[in-house]
Every structure is written in C-alpha cells, then in structure tokens.
C-alpha cells in the first residue's frame, strides 16, 4: 500500500508557472503508473498527465496541456512531478496524484486508480 502526498499548488496570473509534487511513502512509486487528474467544483475528474511504472518513461498528456504541462519521475525522492507552464485560468482545479498498481501505463479513468493523494488547489487568476 502506499501513501500519496500532493503538493505545490498556489495562486497564480494566467502565463506563470508552477510545479507539483507527488510524494509517496510505503512503497515505491516506480511499482505503480502513476497519473495527475485534476477536478474543477461541479466538474468530474479528469485525466491530466500520466507515467508508465518501473523503469519505462512513456508519458502521456490530455489534450488541454500537451505542450505545456510536463510530469516525471524523481526516483531519489521517490516523487512524481508535474512541471506547469503556461498557466490559464481553465487549468484552475484541484490537482490530485493517483497510483494504479495493475496496469503499466496510466488509464484516463480515475477508476482505474487505488491511490489517491488529498489534493492540491491551483488557481489562475489575474
């Protein structure tokens, strides 16, 4: 079992940047794929960036964020990063990290997660 600890959100202008940060304890986060989701009020989870567990670094992206929005492994903090760029006020949401450890790579459906952290709130706003 492991346990997921979000952190890095904050108030932001529209163009800025920020990093999350999910940190995992119990067990190591390379045993699971790993994903950030992110929930507006009144607005279902949705899928926002995703890691292949172990060693392989696929990485996958929704639409809304690719080429924005980075995520990656820090193995000696045993983290999972998701570098933002470009902010806008359509990213505002609470960020959450969700661990699955059956697949090897992320699903879209929040579903498909057994872990979740407690979440993180991004706000874009000028």
């Known amino acids: 079992q492991v346990q997921l600890v979000e952190s890095g959100g904050g108030l932001v202008q529209p163009g800025d940047s920020l990093t999350l940060s999910c940190v995992g304890s119990?067990?190591?986060?390379?045993?699971?794929?790993m994903a950030w989701f992110r929930q507006a009020p009144g607005e279902e989870r949705e899928f926002v960036s995703g890691?292949?567990?172990?060693?392989?670094?696929?990485?996958y992206y929704a639409d809304s964020v690719k080429g924005r929005f980075t995520i990656s492994r820090d193995n000696a903090k045993n983290a999972v990063s998701l570098q933002m760029t470009s902010l806008k006020p359509e990213d505002t949401a609470t960020y959450y990290c969700?661990?699955?450890?059956?697949?090897?790579?992320?699903?879209?459906?929040?579903?498909?997660?057994?872990?979740w952290g407690q979440g993180t709130q991004v706000t874009v706003s000028s």
């Open positions: 969700g661990a699955d450890p059956r697949r090897l790579g992320p699903s879209s459906s929040s579903r498909a997660y057994d872990y």
């Open positions: 890691i292949n567990r172990r060693i392989d670094t696929d990485t």
């Open positions: 119990g067990t190591s986060l390379n045993y699971y794929a």
